[in-house]
Structure formats: C-alpha cells, structure tokens
C-alpha cells in the first residue's frame, strides 16, 4: 500500500523560508515522478513543482520559480520542497503526489497522479 505522508508546513512571515517533506513507502518509486501541488481555500487545486524519480530531473510553475526548489533523497524514499521568499499569496495547503511512469497527462496535470498524501497547511503572513 503506497503512502504519502507530507510534514513541514506551519506559519511563517512573508520573505520566509520553510521545507516541506513528502515520505514515501510501500513500493520502489524509480519508476514514478513526483510532484507538490497546493490549494488555496476557494480555489483549483494548482501544481507547484515536479521531479522524476530516476532522473532528478524538475520542472516549476513559473509563480514559484526561482524561489522553490524541489528535490528528493533516494535513501530515505523522501521528496522535499524548500521554499524561500514566501509570499501571502503562498498560503495553501500543499500536497504531494506519485505518478506512474509512462504515457498520460502532463505531469502539471493532478489528473496525471495515483497516489496522493493528505496535505499540509503553509500560512505565510504579511
């Protein structure tokens, strides 16, 4: 049984940092991609950042690049999210997601994953 299970978030000032980790287990995950997602209230759920297990290879939305940085750490079957310079607009909660290699939706695309973790709130205040 595949598990997700994110920790990190918490409440911070606007210009702050935080990291976010995603703990994975239950299966290899050489074959997936991984991705953070988040979800303001009243709004679409929104990708945020992906990174393909087997290559390290990322992609960011543009409203977090050069800010966010994505990365895993094979060892500990862990993904993390490390965010600087945070905004108010950033409040949310972020999820991570596992999608199965090969074809389908692109990976900005929630559609495209098959397991997600239950999420975890990041307010950033003014």
């Known amino acids: 049984q595949v598990q997700l299970v994110e920790s990190g978030g918490g409440l911070v000032q606007a210009g702050g940092s935080l990291r976010l980790s995603c703990a994975a287990s239950g299966r290899t995950f050489s074959n997936y991609a991984m991705g953070w997602f988040r979800q303001a209230p009243g709004k679409e759920r929104e990708f945020v950042a992906t990174i393909t297990w087997s290559t390290g290879s990322t992609y960011y939305a543009d409203s977090v690049k050069g800010r966010f940085t994505i990365s895993k750490d094979n060892a500990k079957n862990t993904m993390y999210l490390q965010m600087n310079s945070l905004k108010p607009e950033d409040t949310a909660v972020y999820y991570c997601?596992?999608?199965?290699?090969?074809?389908?939706?692109?990976?900005?695309?929630?559609?495209?994953?098959?397991?997600w973790g239950q999420g975890t709130q990041v307010t950033v205040s003014s």
């Open positions: 997601a596992a999608a199965r290699a090969g074809l389908g939706p692109p990976l900005t695309f929630s559609l495209r994953y098959d397991y």
